[in-house]
């Protein structure tokens, strides 16, 4: 700790450390400016350097100590340059791509002001009922923790004194994403084996790679409100991982804890929270009241586990240099996306869009052809998706406007009229005459980011009704048909997508979102991004996930099994094998995998390769696997592949995912080049959690699978007790 850190503690009145550990949500200037004379710790960015200036002024000359205020806002994919989603983001199977967001984003909130921003949001979820599944990176724990690593280091910089970085913040500890039937802020119950192998990981990886802050979900897990977590917040957080940061409660979460029925009332829910481990409770004035009247007693609240946390706040002050540099220079505030910013914004769209379906190479499209735009999305400007705040920069262009641009040789015409949730009798006959005289039809429809985001899950994740007869009717004029999927989560697209020609998952890509679907349609950009999350067939299969275990009665052969369907339901063909784990209704599997897409050119997987591959002990000890393989642009264009590499381990002590991601690499190969792509299996990428809270690495069989989201291939190695019998 800093001599200066222990000197204010000696110096501070329980009141104004108490003080010192509460953010005000939703506060005016005059309660915002009342609470910084009175010594408060954070406050939310009031949207101006002026006004943040006029704030912290208040802090550092009007009140007691002088103490410098954190200055928080949720800058989750940009503040006024607005990224892709987080979700659209891990699309692009390329961290680089979520370390631009973190660095642009940082560079410009802490021009305005910010230097705390409530982001990366880390929770991994198996179900796309939830409307925050649009935050995070997805279903996969190994790909949404490189992910989070890349935007905390994005965020933070190499030192948090640097004036264009900011404090970041892994949330929501945890298991949020995990809610029972995918309704937001729903009870969360699993096993221990299941918390760590599948929810804590990415925050473990993300306190590794030096998280600032860490913030408490809403969610009880186990029977525990993560409020009052004390064997998860301190037990786990803070004293297994050593995680010396600062753990903020959610907005009103210890409040809730009422709610949750655990405690009588809020007083009783501040303490319960700040001895559980919460350092900072966003709410109102639950620790000290709006007279400055200290609502807990030193012999109500521990007074050691309060300096902790006043610590912790002033150390993270300290580290922000804001003793030394409080204000935000007005010079180089930031009011709207510039020119750089949007470059960066659009560098990182173009990485992010799936191909999933292209029959007859419909795309990218044709020179010459005569193209008709129609569908809710063609003019929309609602491209940046959720968590943007009223001040981000709007989409320069529709995707009308830029598809205009980018069709240099071919004529665009653009069907007006559409609407999300509704469609004409008119407007339908009008688009069908036209894509009757078309050579193919763009249709841009999807999920508006309303629909997405905190409190918005959906129990029904198909597009809206008036969408599909929209793609029904089109299709049924024959006319080749592109559907541009703007969406905040998957979709079941089950009931129209093998009518249509091409399918392109376009997720809410930001503020030059409708310039990258552009440069994809005509073919300047080739489609590089892989599904991050599961496309069900249905609902009703949901929670779906890659990485699911075998179960007693898998599927006997590699999908379909030969059969006559069951009479009257479209089930899976395998009368012969009825007795497995399916549904009647539904044939086996999503409708689109995880891994899953494509591009413009093919790509061939060579064998796989494995380096010496050491005993059990060894790997123990620090020792890795080498795992190469040799892929080849096959095909007429430049591309993107996106090699993945799976492993199974095929008999455990405990049962284990049927494949886990434990490796990927995005490669750039020109037309007939090939390179070699080394990828490494450490104790780590081989261990398992049993349910009595220890690891395992066990000796035997492995199956390694080297996926591209088409083509597979595998290998296998067995992992011995002794070098010698390797
Ligand atoms: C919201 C969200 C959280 C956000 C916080 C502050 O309720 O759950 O992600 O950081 O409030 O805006």
Known sequence: MSARVDALLERMTWEQKLLQLQIVWRADTAIQHDLARRGIGAQFWPPSVAAVNALQRVAVEESELGIPLLVALDVVHGQFTIFPTPLAQAASFDPAVAAADARVSAAEARANGVNWTFSPMVDVTRDPRWGRVVEGFGEDVFLSSRFAEAKVRGYQGDRLSRRDVVASCLKHFVAYGAAEAGRDYNTTDMSHRRLRETYLETFRAGVAAGAASVMASFNALNGIPMHANTGLLTGVLKDEWGFAGVVVGDADGVAQLVDHGIVPDEKTAVARAIEAGVDVVMGGSLLVDDDG?????????????????????????????????????????????????????????????????????????????????????ARSTDHLGAWVQSFASPVSQTLADALAEAMTDAALEVADGADVFAVSEEHLADVVGRAARADVVVLAVGEPSALSGEASSRADIALPAPQ???????????????????????????????????????????????????????????????????????????????????????????????????????????????????????????????????????????????????????????????????????????????????????????????????????????????????????????????????????????????????????????????????
């Open 293 to 377: 009247v200290a609502v807990l007693t030193p012999g109500e609240l521990s007074p050691a586990r309060v300096d902790d946390a006043v610590r912790r706040v002033l150390t993270l002050k300290e580290r922000l240099g804001l003793f030394e540099n409080p204000y935000a220079d007005e010079r180089r505030e930031v009011r709207s996306a510039t020119a750089p910013a949007r470059a960066h914004a659009r560098a990182a769209a173009s990485r992010c869009l799936v191909l999933l379906r292209n029959e007859g190479a419909v795309l990218p499209l044709a020179r010459g052809a005569q193209v008709l735009l129609a569908g809710p999305f």
């Open 468 to 726: 599909v007869r929209l793609i029904r009717a089109v299709a049924a004029t024959g006319t080749p048909v592109v559907i541009v999927l703007a969406t905040g989560r998957p979709l079941v697209v089950e009931d129209w997508v093998d009518e249509v020609d091409a399918v392109l998952v376009a997720w809410h890509l930001g503020v030059e979102g409708p310039a990258a679907i552009a440069e994809v349609l005509v073919g300047r950009t080739n489609p590089g991004g892989r599904l991050p999350m599961t496309f069900p067939r249905a609902v009703g299969q949901v929670p779906i996930h890659y990485d699911h275990e075998s179960t007693g009665r898998p599927p006997r052969t590699g999908g379909r099994i030969q059969g006559e369907a069951h009479p009257g339901l479209a089930g899976p063909d395998n009368t012969d094998d009825y007795y497995t784990s399916k549904y009647l209704d539904l044939p086996l599997g999503p409708r689109f995998d995880f891994g899953a897409g494509f591009g413009y050119t093919t790509f061939a997987l060579g064998d796989v390769a494995f380096g010496r591959v050491v005993a059990l002990a060894d790997l123990e000890a620090g020792a890795t696997i080498d795992v190469r393989v040799r892929v080849q642009n096959t095909g007429t264009r430049v591309g993107d592949d996106v090699v993945q590499l799976y492993v199974r381990d095929e008999i455990a002590s405990v049962t284990q995912p049927v494949r886990r991601l434990r490796g990927f690499t995005r490669v750039t190969l020109e037309p007939g080049d090939a390179t070699t792509l080394a990828f490494t299996l450490g104790a780590d990428d081989l261990r398992f959690w049993t349910d009595d809270g220890t690891q395992l690495l066990e000796p035997g069989a492995f199956t390694v699978w080297i996926d591209d989201g088409v083509s597979r291939v595998h290998a296998r190695f067995e992992l011995t007790q002794r070098e010698d019998a390797a």
